[in-house]
């Protein structure tokens, strides 16, 4: 009875760790209403396709880059060298707020980086994925937005 009890308990903390993915349709919904489409003259799909490859849709994605000297948050890898609060925190924000999935926070702050002189080719994945791309449309294929 005990044993049952305390892994009826576990069950309710332990998250599966795809937990956090989002669907593609759900991305773009958040980032439309976020204001994001047409943002600084960038395409929602343009968006949509920078966050598959940066975290594959997950918003609570966090990756240490060595290479580069950085730690990315959230949905965009958003860099806390230069962005957030552990870095030169030109967002105005902490770093754990970049991994809530209501995604207010990252949009707020991808619109800074984004009308900084590079735009969206702040970030390589998108140059070398999303930018030249003749099937960007894909990205919002069968979403109702």
């Not at 552990?86 to 991994?99: D, E, F, P, V, Y």
């Not at 999303?130 to 109702?144: A, F, V």
Request: one cysteine or more; charged letters at 25%.
């Amino acid at each position: 009875m005990k044993a049952s009890m305390v892994l009826s308990l576990l069950g309710y903390l332990v998250v599966p760790s795809g937990a956090a993915i989002m669907g593609r349709c759900v991305v773009a919904k958040k980032l439309k209403d976020g204001g994001l489409d047409h943002f600084e003259g960038y395409s929602l799909a343009n968006w949509v396709c920078l966050a598959y490859f940066e975290s594959k849709f997950n918003p609570t994605a966090v990756y240490e880059n060595l290479q580069r000297d950085y730690t990315g948050y959230g949905l965009f890898q958003i860099p806390n060298r230069d962005w957030c609060d552990t870095g030169k925190n030109r967002c105005h924000m902490s770093c754990s707020a970049l991994l809530n999935p209501d995604l207010k926070k990252t949009i707020e702050c991808v619109k800074k980086i984004v009308k900084d002189k590079e735009g969206l080719g702040a970030w390589p994945s998108w140059s070398l994925n999303c930018q030249y791309s003749d099937t960007l449309e894909r990205w919002l294929d069968g979403c109702r937005l």
